[in-house]
């Protein structure tokens, strides 16, 4: 039986990008799946189970802790949300 002799296939732009986006939606797929599903086992962390987490994390991060050197300027958890 013999192979028959195709010609080669030239890289288009179009079947890049088809090629590309399927790769990243696979990736998204079994993302999703292994990470809501779970099945190696393991559990979720608190950080999504316990409701109460976020509203404390987040009164944390708007409150400041006194800086040594500096006492009249607070440090803040989290700077970066400050400036967007």
Not at 47 to 59: G, V
Not at 65 to 77: S, T
Request: overall charge positive; charged content about 20%; some cysteine.
């Amino acid at each position: 039986m013999t192979l028959p002799n195709l010609p080669p296939l030239k890289p288009t732009g179009g079947k890049i990008m088809v090629s590309l986006a399927i790769g990243f939606a696979a990736a998204g797929a079994c993302t999703q799946f292994l990470s809501l599903n779970m099945p190696f086992g393991g559990k979720l962390p608190h950080t999504m189970t316990n409701k109460d987490w976020y509203p404390e994390t987040a009164r944390k991060m708007r409150t400041g802790w006194d800086r040594e050197g500096a006492p009249d300027r607070p440090i803040e958890l989290n700077p970066m949300s400050k400036n967007a």
